[in-house]
């Protein structure tokens, strides 16, 4: 018997558990269909909801005031003409790349530990394009007119310029936003069968009924829906490359100092998976507080997350020792210009090192096994993180282009109250679709965590299963 405990002990170290506490499958179901269905919606969530929407009013007013009045409201200069506008462009983007990296790749790699993040990291990869898509739209300065940049049928005589990638950007983003809606809502269709026959509201009955598309979980139904869950999976595969990879060409295309580099796609995409796990642990570690939900998003969950930040952190900061490494290589007097004006001479030497401060010195934090398990610290580093991504863009886009080839063409660029008042207004925008989200659907996939039951407890539930099963083809006939 004690070689038995011990052995376990040993597989718990090797393997930790995916759900803690000693759940069954109706548990589950309750637990986290109940925050939907049953219990009464937090006092904190009106809270938080209130100042969410009042910050996106915000939005609402620099986008009706920006159409009235035009772009020249914004900071934007010459030679500064990509500002704020494609400095949080890039900062949604690279946000929403967790969410399919947590659900695509690591599904086909088997990881079962994504099961309690998928969910709302799906969810922060729809709400981070949506925030994402509104900078370059209005950038255009004629917003009304953006279907000029799909290939339509060519009525007016004016093609769109695929050289651009520019363009390109159009058919990534766009791409990127429909396959994951896809891949987020098929996940959803058995959740929804579940919350149909759970709710006991003739109206949330009838919407969940209409969402789940007759679900009754038969071994036909499982079948179609594991077949087309794989399929997007494997195209949601190298979107995540594609996407940031496509996003980091419109700068290493041209020939400007500090933007033509061949490391920008890899640098890009490392960078945009270590902001989108930044942002899952900024937002999970609150909601398994205030919906008690540790037994699902397990300290293991949290320590896994730390782990793939600090790896993928360390290849951003190689990404930064190699640009100046390139500028310096080169012995081209332009590209030492660029790297001597962003590290040490140009008047934005200080966003530069804040950034080497945020990104590459706070997840040095992370190789200790104390702050990669504690709540805490893992939440500031997150945090600090998030702050040292957006410095990152700010870096590459404004010391790049203040000062170009000519010195004649020099120019200070500062935002205005209405650069800040757009990108405080997305993340208003942002929360105010989370918290709607955890407000009407399940923030945790119930049917996958249900599948780790048999391997997380002892016991198993096996019976519990075949009654499942049985259940389900009593309904199919």
Same mark, same amino acid.
């Given at each position: 018997?004690?070689? !038995?405990?011990?052995?376990?002990?040993?597989?718990?170290?090797?393997?930790?558990?995916?759900?803690? +506490?000693?759940?069954?499958? *109706?548990?589950?179901?309750? $637990?986290?269909?109940?925050?939907?269905l049953?219990?009464?919606?937090?006092?904190g969530w009106?809270?938080?909801? @209130?100042?969410?929407?009042?910050?996106?009013?915000?939005?609402?007013?620099?986008?009706?005031?920006l159409?009235?009045?035009?772009?020249?409201i914004?900071?934007n200069?010459?030679?500064?003409?990509?500002?704020?506008?494609?400095?949080?462009?890039?900062?949604?983007?690279?946000?929403?790349? *967790? +969410?399919?990296?947590?659900?695509?790749?690591?599904?086909?790699?088997?990881?079962?530990?994504?099961? #309690?993040?998928?969910?709302?990291?799906?969810?922060?990869?729809?709400?981070?394009?949506?925030?994402?898509?509104?900078?370059?739209?209005?950038?255009?300065?004629?917003?009304?007119?953006?279907?000029?940049? &799909?290939?339509?049928?060519?009525?007016?005589?004016?093609?769109?310029?695929?050289? #651009?990638?520019?363009?390109?950007?159009?058919?990534a983003?766009?791409?990127?936003?429909?396959?994951?809606?896809?891949?987020?809502?098929?996940?959803?269709?058995?959740?929804? *069968?579940?919350?149909?026959?759970?709710? $006991?509201?003739?109206?949330?009955?009838?919407?969940?009924? !209409?969402?789940?598309?007759?679900?009754?979980?038969?071994?036909?139904?499982?079948?179609?829906?594991?077949?087309?869950?794989?399929?997007?999976?494997?195209?949601?595969?190298?979107?995540?490359?594609?996407?940031?990879s496509?996003?980091?060409?419109?700068?290493?295309?041209a020939?400007?100092?500090?933007?033509?580099?061949t490391?920008?796609?890899?640098y890009?995409? !490392?960078?945009?998976?270590?902001?989108?796990? @930044?942002?899952?642990?900024?937002?999970?570690?609150?909601?398994?507080?205030?919906?008690?939900?540790?037994?699902?998003?397990?300290?293991?969950?949290?320590?896994?997350? +730390? $782990?793939?930040m600090?790896?993928?952190?360390?290849?951003?900061?190689y990404?930064? *020792?190699?640009?100046a490494?390139?500028?310096?290589?080169s012995?081209?007097?332009?590209?030492?210009y660029?790297?001597?004006?962003?590290?040490?001479?140009?008047?934005?030497?200080?966003s530069?090192?804040?950034?080497?401060?945020?990104?590459?010195?706070s997840?040095?934090?992370?190789?200790? $096994?104390?702050?990669?398990?504690s709540?805490?610290?893992?939440?500031?580093?997150?945090?600090?993180?998030?702050?040292?991504?957006?410095?990152?863009?700010?870096?590459?886009?404004?010391?790049?282009?203040?000062?170009?080839?000519?010195? #004649?063409?020099?120019a200070?660029?500062?935002?205005?109250?209405?650069?800040?008042?757009?990108?405080?207004?997305?993340?208003?925008?942002?929360?105010?679709?989370? &918290?709607?989200?955890?407000? &009407?659907?399940?923030?945790?996939?119930?049917?996958?965590?249900?599948?780790?039951?048999?391997? !997380?407890?002892?016991h198993?539930?096996?019976e519990?299963?075949?009654?499942?099963?049985?259940?389900?083809?009593?309904?199919?006939?």
């Amino acid at each position: 018997m004690q070689n !038995a405990k011990d052995l376990n002990e040993i597989k718990k170290r090797i393997f930790p558990p995916m759900v803690e +506490g000693n759940h069954t499958l *109706a548990s589950v179901s309750d $637990k986290i269909g109940d925050v939907t269905l049953k219990k009464r919606t937090p006092f904190g969530w009106f809270v938080g909801f @209130a100042i969410a929407f009042l910050v996106a009013q915000i939005l609402l007013f620099t986008i009706l005031y920006l159409v009235t009045k035009g772009i020249g409201i914004w900071g934007n200069n010459q030679p500064v003409g990509w500002a704020f506008d494609i400095i949080n462009f890039v900062w949604w983007i690279g946000i929403g790349h *967790a +969410g399919t990296l947590i659900s695509a790749i690591l599904l086909l790699l088997n990881q079962k530990w994504r099961t #309690s993040i998928n969910r709302f990291a799906e969810a922060m990869t729809l709400f981070a394009v949506a925030c994402a898509g509104l900078f370059p739209l209005l950038h255009t300065g004629r917003p009304w007119l953006a279907y000029w940049l &799909f290939p339509y049928p060519n009525t007016m005589g004016m093609w769109p310029q695929f050289r #651009s990638p520019l363009m390109w950007d159009v058919f990534a983003v766009s791409t990127y936003a429909t396959i994951s809606l896809l891949f987020w809502y098929v996940g959803l269709i058995p959740d929804f *069968a579940t919350l149909r026959d759970r709710a $006991k509201n003739p109206y949330f009955k009838f919407v969940y009924a !209409a969402l789940s598309w007759g679900w009754r979980g038969s071994a036909r139904h499982w079948h179609r829906y594991e077949i087309a869950y794989l399929l997007l999976a494997g195209i949601s595969t190298p979107l995540v490359l594609s996407v940031h990879s496509i996003v980091s060409f419109d700068f290493s295309v041209a020939q400007l100092p500090g933007w033509h580099a061949t490391i920008f796609p890899p640098y890009f995409v !490392a960078g945009a998976v270590f902001a989108g796990f @930044a942002m899952v642990l900024i937002l999970c570690i609150p909601l398994r507080h205030w919906y008690r939900m540790k037994d699902f998003i397990t300290d293991t969950h949290l320590i896994l997350m +730390g $782990k793939v930040m600090l790896a993928t952190g360390l290849i951003v900061c190689y990404g930064y *020792a190699m640009e100046a490494f390139f500028g310096w290589y080169s012995g081209a007097q332009y590209e030492l210009y660029m790297v001597k004006n962003r590290i040490w001479t140009g008047p934005y030497w200080w966003s530069y090192w804040l950034l080497i401060l945020c990104n590459g010195l706070s997840i040095q934090l992370l190789w200790f $096994k104390r702050f990669r398990e504690s709540e805490f610290w893992l939440f500031l580093i997150s945090i600090v993180v998030s702050i040292g991504m957006w410095l990152e863009r700010f870096v590459i886009i404004v010391t790049s282009l203040h000062r170009d080839f000519l010195p #004649s063409s020099w120019a200070m660029y500062s935002p205005t109250v209405f650069d800040w008042s757009m990108f405080l207004g997305t993340i208003g925008f942002f929360f105010t679709l989370l &918290f709607l989200f955890v407000r &009407f659907l399940p923030i945790i996939s119930i049917f996958e965590v249900r599948t780790l039951l048999p391997e !997380a407890n002892v016991h198993g539930h096996h019976e519990e299963f075949e009654d499942n099963i049985l259940m389900s083809q009593e309904s199919e006939k």
